[in-house]
Nanobody
């Protein structure tokens, strides 16, 4: 079974940085299309960043230039480096992996909370 475990969340002041990690087991991050999502209270879940098998990355407009998605194949871990954090970045952050050939994100982690104070 595929398992994804996030870590690295916390509380920071605006302008600060955090790096989220997503340790994967049961699947190789190098061969998976993976992404980071977030959900703030009262809001819908939104995609933040994604990386495909070739290493191509995409970002939500709201985080472009501030967040970087990457992976360490040797550690089988996905990362999200978040710089210049803003209060509106406050949310629960989830990593996810596409399941099979459906293109749907079928595997999800439990989430890690990021809180940014002004």
């Amino acid at each position: 079974a595929v398992q994804l475990v996030e870590s690295g969340g916390g509380s920071v002041q605006a302008g600060g940085s955090l790096r989220l990690s997503c340790a994967a087991s049961g699947a190789a991050v190098s061969r998976s299309h993976m992404g980071w999502f977030r959900q703030a209270p009262g809001k819908e879940r939104e995609g933040v960043a994604a990386i495909d098998r070739s290493g191509s990355t995409t970002y939500a407009d709201s985080v472009k230039g501030r967040f970087t998605i990457s992976r360490d194949n040797a550690k089988n871990t996905l990362y999200l480096q978040m710089n210049n954090l803003k209060p509106e970045d406050t949310a629960m952050y989830y990593c996810a992996a596409v399941k099979g050939v459906s293109g749907d994100y079928g595997y999800w982690g439990q989430g890690t909370q990021v809180t940014v104070s002004s």
